[in-house]
């Protein structure tokens, strides 16, 4: 599908998930509607999207497209104390475009939800946790290196291996693509889609859905990293994915990293390759990202 137990008590580590006197006390706040906050923002911020989309792409062939993809996020973001938003440049073969149509706008707001990908997990179930590459250079692979870094766990593979442990942190983030349907020579092309179709679909979603001030103004993220820095072109893009966003302070970290700060949700955006592009220089850009984002929060 698509993409040690040794902790530092210092709460200056960037990243560092609400620790120490969590479980069940931490669990209840979440309980108490912090997550039903963030429900009821996504529902009323995307209804009208989901409403829309299929109004503009009903007589179209959708055969062989993959269905809409929508930010997911774990049952703990609410209550994370470092909040962070991972974004990729599509999915590979997430469920169905014509079941997707055929949903109400209120079952296709969760439609994600469902979907399954490695062992037939869904995202909460910590499906992604199977979505790994020979060289370790996934989307996915990469994310957890990042949550490690990001909470001071030496060994990323802790977070695949002990997944009770570390459940607050594996469902801590934000998960979204940069391309709501997926690009062209993935699974639309493999599968025979109609190319007609499939580009309408594309410029529909890319209308309604490919904003990063929807994230923004959606989960209020304190750092945004986004892995698909050679997909990012507004040249090559109907419709702008920055749109919407005020940034200041912007510059560029390394040859492989950019960042900017965007005031009005004060949120930090780290913007990357994906991966698979970075190959070995992805230890690099981790303590790039976490070395800038140290300083900007001390």
């Known amino acids: ?30 309980k108490c509607g912090m997550s039903d906050s963030i429900r009821q923002k996504f529902g009323d911020h995307y209804r009208p999207k989901v409403e829309a989309f299929p109004r503009e792409t009903q007589d179209l062939d959708a055969q062989g497209i993959p269905a809409v993809h929508l930010p997911l996020w ?3 973001y609410a209550i994370a104390k470092r909040k962070a938003a991972f974004i990729g440049i599509d999915t590979s073969e997430w469920g169905e475009m014509a079941e997707f149509l055929k949903k109400s706008p209120e079952e296709a707001l ?10 037939e997990k869904t995202f909460r179930e910590f499906g992604f946790l199977g ?67 499939w580009e309408k679909f594309k410029t529909a979603a890319e209308t ?23 997909q990012l072109d507004d040249t090559n893009k109907r ?15 390394s040859q492989d990293v950019w960042y900017g700060l965007v005031p009005e949700y004060g949120t930090h955006v780290f913007w990357t390759y994906h991966p698979r592009a970075l190959g070995t220089r992805i230890d690099e850009v981790l303590e790039t990202v976490v070395q800038k984002w140290s300083g900007v929060c001390s």
């Not at 530092?8 to 931490?26: K, T, V, Y």
């Open 1 to 30: 599908m698509m993409p040690e137990e040794s902790r530092n008590e210092n709460d200056s580590q960037p990243f560092r998930a609400a620790r120490g006197q969590r479980g069940q006390e931490q669990l209840g706040l979440a």
């Open 74 to 76: 774990g049952k703990h």
């Open 110 to 119: 969760w439609y994600g939800e469902s979907v399954r990908f490695f062992e």
């Open 131 to 197: 979505c790994t590459n020979r060289g370790k250079t996934s989307f996915w692979d990469t994310v957890l290196k990042f949550l490690a870094k990001f909470n001071n766990i030496p060994n990323w593979h802790e977070l695949r291996n002990n997944q009770r442990l570390y459940e607050d942190i594996l469902s801590g983030f934000v998960w979204a693509e940069a391309n709501a349907v997926e690009l062209w020579q993935h699974t639309p092309s493999s599968q025979n889609a109609d190319f007609a179709s």
């Open 208 to 230: 309604h859905f490919d904003y990063l001030s929807s994230i923004l103004e959606v989960f209020r993220p304190h750092a945004v990293i986004i892995l698909n820095g050679d």
């Open 239 to 253: 419709v702008p994915y920055w749109g919407g966003c005020n940034f200041e302070q912007c510059e560029n970290l």
